[in-house]
């Protein structure tokens, strides 16, 4: 194993591990939907309720997850959420019937809702302890991890359709990276002398059970945000195919420029973060997302409207790893509350657009998506952000 002398790098290191077996295990169970909708004879109305119980456990997972925190810490409840969900996964390989399928998958959501408050509570720490920014670059490995399960899914399909191969050969890959991460993750005695304050002041605010307003309006940015990325994903190629007429081998690249350039930006945000600062970072996304799309849906056509997603990766990238700092300097209370209304913002954003396009077009509908992103700019003017020289 490659030993990392520098004490941040090898902490970095290891809390990427935990991102990237976020998005592995989640594009691995993913991946193979078409299988277990066809084994489990589902309907597409069963699979839509299997996904969304996945996405309500993670969501209604907030009072759990503010527990555990406290008794727990993120360290540990890093490693215990991450065994459950590679258990889980096996569970899900060998799932006899519907109705375990989602009692299974709703586990799995709730699992995903501790270890992302967890893994970003790490995040936020390892840019706190050691005054550097690098919470962009974590939640690329996230992208990364999810690239990673469909190249494995792929490759396993080549060989068997088995789920109990593939899954048991992802939980080995699962274990690992737990264990990796097991060698640098930050423990609650590691913050430096001068950050106590600071913390005594956020133990002081978990104690209150009404959410602040600086909290409140931290969440709905963080659900604008989530809205955004979650809808381009769901309704970019069906607007190239059935508004602008694209071909069939066009429309799909309105999610691969959207994918392409949150990962390209979210490699260099942390440098942009540590000269210009989160606020900034985030204001100005949102706005180049929010009036690049709007122009492209303007103007019409294809170019323009790859432009245009172009200007929503771009922009959007940087949202929510950065109102995960902001949250986390909260307190445990106001990352989960927060980390609970992104996860609302993924669920119930593209049913909207969806709802919006049905009454009165695709354009309009992507109109929202657009006006969700603006949102997220006025949203940023009223949250206090740290100032760049403490990133």
């Not at 088995?162 to 590691?190: M, P, R």
Request: charged content about 10%.
């Amino acid at each position: 194993m490659i030993r990392v002398r520098d004490p941040f790098r090898r902490a970095q290191v290891a809390i990427a591990a935990l991102f990237c077996f976020l998005g592995f295990q989640y594009g691995t169970w993913a991946s193979r939907l078409p299988t277990l909708k066809a084994q489990l004879h589902l309907t597409e109305a069963e699979l839509g309720l299997l996904l969304m119980a996945c996405g309500a456990g993670a969501a209604v997972s907030f009072p759990l997850v503010t527990v555990l925190m406290r008794r727990l810490g993120s360290r540990r409840l890093a490693s215990l959420s991450a065994l459950c969900l590679g258990l889980l996964l096996l569970a899900l390989a060998e799932v006899p019937n519907y109705p375990v399928a989602v009692v299974i998958v709703g586990c799995d959501g709730i699992a995903v809702g501790c270890l992302n408050v967890a893994m970003n509570a790490q995040g936020a720490a390892l840019e706190t302890t050691y005054g550097r920014t690098a919470m962009a670059r974590l939640h690329a490995t996230f992208s990364a991890g999810s690239l990673g399960a469909a190249l494995l899914a792929s490759g396993v399909n080549t060989l068997t359709t088995s789920l109990a191969v593939h899954f048991g050969t992802a939980a080995a890959i699962l274990l690992l990276l737990v264990g990796f991460a097991q060698t640098g993750l930050l423990t609650e005695d590691q913050q430096p002398e001068s950050r106590q304050p600071e913390k005594k002041k956020a133990t002081t605010r978990r104690r209150l059970s009404v959410p602040s307003r600086l909290t409140l309006w931290m969440g709905c940015a963080m659900a604008f945000g989530t809205v955004t990325e979650g809808a381009m994903n769901d309704w970019s190629a069906l607007y190239m195919k059935d508004v602008l007429k694209a071909a069939a081998s066009v429309a799909p690249l309105g999610i691969a420029v959207v994918s392409v350039m949150m990962v390209l930006a979210r490699v260099f945000a942390d440098g942009w973060r540590t000269r210009w600062g989160d606020g900034r970072i985030v204001l100005t996304g949102s706005v180049l997302a929010g009036v690049g799309l709007a122009l492209a849906l303007l103007v019409g056509g294809v170019v323009p409207a790859l432009i245009g997603f172009a200007c929503v990766g771009l922009g959007v990238a940087a949202v929510t790893p950065c109102v995960y700092v902001a949250a986390a300097r909260q307190g445990p209370e106001a990352l989960a509350l927060v980390a609970a209304m992104g996860t609302v913002g993924l669920l119930a954003g593209p049913a909207v657009i969806g709802f919006i396009a049905n009454a009165g077009g695709l354009v309009w509908g992507m109109g929202a998506v657009a006006a969700a992103a603006l949102l997220v700019s006025l949203c940023a003017t009223r949250i206090r952000w740290a100032p760049p020289a403490e990133n």
